[in-house]
């Protein structure tokens, strides 16, 4: 499904300096995050609101190799301090525009923001159903979501990682957001949360 | 006080151009901005085309901007936020006072805000003990200096490795690598508990949304959304110019920023931002508040205002400072107050005053590329021009403007007396004498005159007796008619064999382009009109109009019409034409033989035709005519604008060269026999600059 954005939005994202893996069912998608938290020196995680499906295997391993995940609901009398301690975020996007390589993630709780903002590596986990092709496309989304939630609410799009080229005009990555920004797509359709 | 301000504006110049390294790092970063806007750019499906809807969309917005900001103060209040309409920055200031007082803050984050620095906020906080730290890179290394931003996008350009990483060794104590990632990796652990523990966070947005009450912040870095989430106060200083209709508009400035900014898609992260979340579940710090000031500072009087209400149409992406030949050498200390570069200009005279913005202003040489680069076209050069113009009130222009002005008369003088007056064009005691008395540099070497004009050669031609399809008149401009007469005749020639009636209609004056140029619009129009009624019969009677200098074509295509909005200036501009771009028309058949062929030339595009031909009727005629052609540019203006490149010193032939010397290198290293361009101007320029040999293409045929 998709087959097609996917192949734009991953070449995009590469250009972008992002990382892509295409994973065929939540399984590998779990495979590739335990993949990239053996890779490094974490020993601490932050999770966004999660589907089970994912935040159980993922936390189950996490328990396993000794790494502390902090999840929802995040305690306000303990922010941002706690966040700060994540070396790695992870995130389920609302939707994809494969055009520009972007992730798209509302939020109403700032929380959440910081989930793909403090931590030096953030995982955004999509199903390739989410892709759509183009900015004007985020359009009709946008408008939903604002008048769904008539209060407070933040929608983000986010394009690869942190970068900056303020010095020397030399390209940088994570001054102040991740340094490394990976996207696992999976193919399969998405499960059903519980 | 005019000479004061002259010999300042001078010093910045000599300054900027000892510093050879500084210029080659703004000349290095403004290149890449063009190349990588003009790549993305190509690789849109629709091309430039969005600079249409651009410029449709802000229109539509501005016309409406009273209802579309109450609109949007009303759905920022519904969402739970306080909208604080500031009439001025002090009011705006105060407001700012206020909230921290309140909130007994001691310090406040900031990401990068323009409208922030238009009422400089950051001194009266400062003064009243409170620690303002900007956090986007570039900014943060500005402020540790206490310099104002050199561009709008790389506020620190000018600053080399070297000396970054001593700043942040001053304030870190740390001994740091001058490599742009070992000091980044600095810089972030420097901010971290920053964004950790201020009290405020301030941004400004890039766009506000009527429809939704979502302010927009658009960044690389990702510091908008550290200040704009951890903090339990958040401030956005927004001008009232930034509020769109709908979220569709909204995506439209959200790509054309960041594409004419740097040739980028999106900027990495854009943020939509409506009313004001909690930072997690139960007790937290204190309460979450937003304000959203939106800040007036002399808007409302700009869209009152018939030719600055243009200027709010601005989004802010810097692409004009890229494109702009001299900003490109000063940089944004001298060519700018708070508002640096082109569009700095009418910003400056609308919220800093005109004072401010004609010292800066005599930097525009007029050479109409911001206009072309603009996302929203923006006709930026009409706007510096009515600066100059209203400044001039004040202080009158200096006599080499007014001596270029009157380029026609000393013209015909020169015709008149050649062939002494060439032989005092090349006297340096002459030269020094007319340097001294008209201001033009004594280094630049200037065309000789003809004896014959060709007006009177032209009434010697052999009368065209064969039928004729098409008719045209021609104009003919200084350069042609006292300069290279032949020139002129050698048109007339082409459009003959190509079946043209030609008639050189009698009373026409020269363009008077300087006149726009060096702002005085009164003149301008009046040789406008003048051209005009010379011309408007011909034209009503079928004839084309037919132009081979570039700007001479430019006023009457384009600029006439912005001057004078008449039915017989649109008349006019519907029917001229560049005499290349007229001759391709009636190219039915390639040329044989090919009297071109084994040449190779280095062509150069004058600024003027950017918006008409881009000299691209000329190249493929040359090379119907089996010429290679090769098209060698820097993406923007050689540095002559016209006549600045003759006046004399800093203000003048110093900086037209600066601009010029990559250029210069370029066709130097180019494997050409010699540089073709159509520009007079440009002409004498190149020569000078390269010692090469410079055509005009008509005249390839008959050397």
């Given at each position: 499904?998709?087959?097609?954005?996917?192949?734009?939005?991953?070449?995009?994202?590469?250009?972008?300096?992002?990382?892509?893996?295409?994973?065929?069912?939540?399984?590998?998608?779990?495979?590739?995050?335990?993949?990239?938290?053996?890779?490094?020196?974490?020993?601490?995680?932050?999770?966004?609101?999660?589907?089970?499906?994912?935040?159980?295997?993922?936390?189950?391993?996490?328990?396993?190799?000794?790494?502390?995940?902090?999840?929802?609901?995040?305690?306000?009398?303990?922010?941002?301090?706690?966040?700060?301690?994540?070396?790695?975020?992870?995130?389920?996007?609302?939707?994809?525009?494969?055009?520009?390589?972007?992730?798209?993630?509302?939020?109403?709780?700032?929380?959440?923001?910081?989930?793909?903002?403090?931590?030096?590596?953030?995982?955004?986990?999509?199903?390739?159903?989410?892709?759509?092709?183009?900015?004007?496309?985020?359009?009709?989304?946008?408008?939903?979501?604002?008048?769904?939630?008539?209060?407070?609410?933040?929608?983000?799009?986010?394009?690869?990682?942190?970068?900056?080229?303020?010095?020397?005009?030399?390209?940088?990555?994570?001054?102040?957001?991740?340094?490394?920004?990976?996207?696992?797509?999976?193919?399969?359709?998405?499960?059903?949360?519980? | 006080?005019?000479?004061?301000?002259?010999?300042?504006?001078?010093?910045?110049?000599?300054?900027?151009?000892?510093?050879?390294?500084?210029?080659?790092?703004?000349?290095?970063?403004?290149?890449?901005?063009?190349?990588?806007?003009?790549?993305?750019?190509?690789?849109?499906?629709?091309?430039?085309?969005?600079?249409?809807?651009?410029?449709?969309?802000?229109?539509?917005?501005?016309?409406?901007?009273?209802?579309?900001?109450?609109?949007?103060?009303?759905?920022?209040?519904?969402?739970?936020?306080?909208?604080?309409?500031?009439?001025?920055?002090?009011?705006?200031?105060?407001?700012?006072?206020?909230?921290?007082?309140?909130?007994?803050?001691?310090?406040?984050?900031?990401?990068?805000?323009?409208?922030?620095?238009?009422?400089?906020?950051?001194?009266?906080?400062?003064?009243?003990?409170?620690?303002?730290?900007?956090?986007?890179?570039?900014?943060?290394?500005?402020?540790?200096?206490?310099?104002?931003?050199?561009?709008?996008?790389?506020?620190?350009?000018?600053?080399?490795?070297?000396?970054?990483?001593?700043?942040?060794?001053?304030?870190?104590?740390?001994?740091?690598?001058?490599?742009?990632?070992?000091?980044?990796?600095?810089?972030?652990?420097?901010?971290?508990?920053?964004?950790?523990?201020?009290?405020?966070?301030?941004?400004?947005?890039?766009?506000?949304?009527?429809?939704?009450?979502?302010?927009?912040?658009?960044?690389?870095?990702?510091?908008?959304?550290?200040?704009?989430?951890?903090?339990?106060?958040?401030?956005?200083?927004?001008?009232?110019?930034?509020?769109?209709?709908?979220?569709?508009?909204?995506?439209?400035?959200?790509?054309?920023?960041?594409?004419?900014?740097?040739?980028?898609?999106?900027?990495?992260?854009?943020?939509?931002?409506?009313?004001?979340?909690?930072?997690?579940?139960?007790?937290?710090?204190?309460?979450?508040?937003?304000?959203?000031?939106?800040?007036?500072?002399?808007?409302?009087?700009?869209?009152?205002?018939?030719?600055?209400?243009?200027?709010?149409?601005?989004?802010?992406?810097?692409?004009?400072?890229?494109?702009?030949?001299?900003?490109?050498?000063?940089?944004?200390?001298?060519?700018?107050?708070?508002?640096?570069?082109?569009?700095?200009?009418?910003?400056?005279?609308?919220?800093?005053?005109?004072?401010?913005?004609?010292?800066?202003?005599?930097?525009?040489?007029?050479?109409?590329?911001?206009?072309?680069?603009?996302?929203?076209?923006?006709?930026?050069?009409?706007?510096?021009?009515?600066?100059?113009?209203?400044?001039?009130?004040?202080?009158?222009?200096?006599?080499?403007?007014?001596?270029?002005?009157?380029?026609?008369?000393?013209?015909?003088?020169?015709?008149?007396?050649?062939?002494?007056?060439?032989?005092?064009?090349?006297?340096?005691?002459?030269?020094?004498?007319?340097?001294?008395?008209?201001?033009?540099?004594?280094?630049?070497?200037?065309?000789?005159?003809?004896?014959?004009?060709?007006?009177?050669?032209?009434?010697?031609?052999?009368?065209?007796?064969?039928?004729?399809?098409?008719?045209?008149?021609?104009?003919?401009?200084?350069?042609?008619?006292?300069?290279?007469?032949?020139?002129?005749?050698?048109?007339?020639?082409?459009?003959?064999?190509?079946?043209?009636?030609?008639?050189?209609?009698?009373?026409?004056?020269?363009?008077?382009?300087?006149?726009?140029?060096?702002?005085?619009?009164?003149?301008?129009?009046?040789?406008?009109?003048?051209?005009?009624?010379?011309?408007?019969?011909?034209?009503?009677?079928?004839?084309?109009?037919?132009?081979?200098?570039?700007?001479?074509?430019?006023?009457?295509?384009?600029?006439?019409?912005?001057?004078?909005?008449?039915?017989?200036?649109?008349?006019?501009?519907?029917?001229?034409?560049?005499?290349?771009?007229?001759?391709?028309?009636?190219?039915t058949e390639s040329p044989s033989p090919a009297p071109l062929k084994g040449k190779r030339f280095g062509f150069h595009v004058s600024c003027h035709q950017r918006p008409m031909s881009s000299g691209l009727a000329a190249m493929e005629w040359l090379?119907?005519?089996?010429?290679?052609?090769?098209?060698?540019?820097?993406?923007?203006?050689?540095?002559?604008?016209?006549?600045?490149?003759?006046?004399?010193?800093?203000?003048?032939?110093?900086?037209?060269?600066?601009?010029?010397?990559?250029?210069?290198?370029?066709?130097?290293?180019?494997?050409?026999?010699?540089?073709?361009?159509?520009?007079?101007?440009?002409?004498?320029?190149?020569?000078?600059?390269?010692?090469?040999?410079?055509?005009?293409?008509?005249?390839?045929?008959?050397?």
């Open positions: 499904m998709n087959d097609d954005l996917v192949e734009r939005f991953h070449k995009k994202y590469e250009v972008l300096s992002g990382k892509v893996k295409i994973a065929s069912v939540v399984d590998d998608a779990v495979a590739h995050v335990v993949g990239i938290l053996n890779s490094g020196n974490v020993t601490c995680i932050a999770v966004s609101a999660l589907p089970e499906f994912l935040q159980r295997p993922i936390e189950e391993h996490c328990s396993s190799a000794g790494i502390e995940v902090l999840k929802p609901p995040f305690r306000a009398s303990q922010l941002p301090g706690a966040m700060d301690r994540a070396q790695v975020g992870i995130t389920v996007p609302d939707f994809v525009i494969a055009e520009t390589g972007t992730l798209v993630e509302f939020a109403t709780d700032d929380a959440a923001r910081l989930v793909s903002t403090l931590p030096r590596l953030h995982i955004g986990i999509v199903w390739a159903e989410q892709l759509v092709a183009q900015l004007t496309d985020a359009a009709p989304r946008l408008r939903a979501v604002f008048s769904e939630n008539t209060g407070n609410c933040v929608a983000t799009f986010i394009s690869g990682p942190s970068r900056t080229a303020d010095i020397e005009m030399k390209l940088t990555l994570g001054v102040h957001g991740p340094e490394e920004a990976h996207a696992i797509v999976i193919m399969d359709r998405r499960p059903a949360d519980g | 006080m005019a000479e004061e301000r002259y010999d300042r504006l001078k010093a910045g110049i000599t300054e900027a151009l000892a510093e050879k390294p500084k210029r080659d790092a703004l000349y290095t970063a403004m290149k890449r901005g063009r190349d990588s806007r003009r790549a993305a750019v190509a690789a849109r499906p629709d091309g430039d085309a969005f600079r249409k809807d651009v410029r449709a969309t802000k229109l539509q917005c501005i016309e409406k901007l009273p209802e579309l900001v109450e609109r949007f103060a009303g759905k920022v209040r519904e969402r739970g936020g306080t909208v604080y309409m500031a009439k001025d920055g002090a009011a705006a200031i105060e407001y700012i006072l206020d909230v921290c007082r309140r909130k007994n803050a001691k310090s406040v984050a900031k990401s990068k805000s323009l409208t922030s620095e238009e009422i400089q906020v950051n001194e009266p906080l400062e003064h009243n003990g409170i620690n303002v730290i900007e956090t986007d890179l570039g900014e943060l290394i500005i402020q540790k200096v206490h310099e104002k931003p050199y561009h709008l996008v790389f506020p620190a350009v000018h600053k080399t490795a070297v000396q970054v990483a001593e700043i942040f060794k001053k304030e870190t104590g740390q001994e740091i690598p001058p490599d742009a990632g070992e000091i980044m990796k600095v810089v972030r652990k420097y901010l971290r508990p920053i964004f950790l523990n201020a009290d405020i966070g301030m941004t400004g947005a890039n766009v506000g949304i009527a429809e939704t009450g979502a302010i927009v912040i658009e960044t690389n870095e990702g510091n908008a959304r550290l200040v704009s989430s951890i903090p339990d106060v958040h401030i956005c200083i927004m001008g009232m110019e930034k509020v769109v209709d709908t979220v569709e508009d909204a995506l439209k400035m959200v790509m054309a920023h960041p594409v004419s900014a740097v040739g980028q898609m999106l900027t990495t992260y854009v943020t939509f931002m409506a009313g004001r979340s909690q930072l997690g579940d139960g007790e937290g710090r204190g309460p979450r508040e937003t304000h959203i000031i939106i800040l007036d500072n002399g808007r409302s009087e700009m869209r009152d205002d018939p030719v600055f209400a243009d200027a709010l149409n601005c989004i802010r992406c810097g692409a004009c400072m890229n494109m702009c030949p001299t900003y490109g050498v000063v940089g944004g200390h001298t060519f700018g107050y708070i508002y640096p570069g082109p569009i700095g200009i009418p910003w400056t005279a609308a919220v800093h005053g005109l004072e401010k913005a004609g010292d800066f202003a005599p930097l525009c040489i007029s050479c109409g590329l911001c206009k072309e680069i603009c996302p929203a076209e923006i006709d930026i050069p009409m706007m510096i021009a009515e600066v100059k113009d209203r400044d001039s009130q004040k202080h009158p222009a200096p006599i080499v403007n007014k001596t270029l002005m009157m380029a026609e008369n000393f013209a015909g003088l020169g015709s008149a007396t050649a062939p002494l007056s060439n032989w005092m064009l090349n006297n340096s005691l002459f030269r020094i004498l007319l340097e001294k008395t008209s201001g033009i540099d004594r280094r630049r070497k200037l065309p000789p005159f003809a004896r014959r004009t060709f007006t009177k050669r032209f009434r010697e031609l052999p009368p065209d007796t064969s039928s004729k399809g098409r008719k045209v008149a021609y104009f003919v401009d200084i350069y042609a008619n006292y300069n290279a007469p032949e020139l002129g005749i050698a048109a007339v020639q082409r459009l003959r064999e190509k079946g043209c009636e030609v008639v050189v209609p009698p009373n026409q004056k020269s363009s008077g382009y300087p006149f726009i140029g060096y702002g005085d619009l009164k003149r301008a129009r009046e040789t406008a009109e003048h051209n005009v009624k010379a011309l408007i019969d011909f034209a009503r009677r079928g004839y084309d109009i037919v132009a081979t200098e570039p700007t001479a074509a430019y006023c009457l295509k384009l600029a006439y019409h912005k001057l004078l909005h008449s039915d017989d200036s649109r008349i006019i501009s519907e029917r001229t034409h560049e005499i290349f771009e007229y001759l391709q028309l009636l190219e090379r119907a005519r089996g010429a290679e052609v090769e098209l060698v540019e820097t993406g923007t203006c050689c540095g002559m604008g016209g006549t600045f490149g003759l006046k004399a010193g800093a203000l003048g032939y110093d900086l037209s060269q600066a601009v010029g010397d990559p250029l210069f290198r370029k066709f130097a290293e180019a494997n050409v026999d010699a540089i073709v361009t159509e520009s007079s101007v440009c002409t004498i320029h190149l020569k000078g600059g390269t010692g090469m040999k410079v055509y005009h293409p008509l005249e390839l045929l008959f050397q």
